[in-house]
């Protein structure tokens, strides 16, 4: 099991920036999701720790950046261009494993859930 917290969530005007970071030590797969209300979690980004492969959903359209810190076991999003589209409550997931069920974009594909870190961006 792998013990995540996050943090960096906040409210924006349309066009500004954020980072959400997630301490998630032991973890081989980390991913960020989000879920706006009445909508399904649907995967943002994650990260392959053991090698530093990276996965984006196709409406990130390059506006985010998720990374490492290996020596603090830290992933980040960094999201940039924000657009009200992007509110949401943003969840960091887990997998200590090195093979995941699905795509590393799916919600199966992940064991462990963060609390969330809301993300409101008015326009």
């Known amino acids: 099991q792998v013990q995540l917290a996050e943090y960096g969530g906040g409210s924006v005007q349309a066009g500004g920036s954020l980072r959400l970071s997630c301490a998630a030590s032991?973890?081989?797969?980390v991913g960020w999701f989000r879920q706006a209300p009445g909508k399904e979690r649907e995967g943002v980004a994650a990260i392959y720790t053991v090698r530093g492969i990276t996965y984006y959903a196709d409406f990130v359209e390059g506006r985010f950046t998720i990374s490492q810190d290996n020596a603090k076991n830290t992933v980040y999003l960094q999201m940039t261009s924000l657009k009200p589209a992007d509110t949401g409550m943003y969840y960091c997931a887990a997998n200590p494993r090195t093979s995941v069920s699905g795509t590393p974009l799916d919600t199966t594909a992940y064991t462990d859930w963060g609390q969330g870190t809301q993300v409101s961006v008015s326009s």
């Open positions: 032991g973890a081989s797969y």
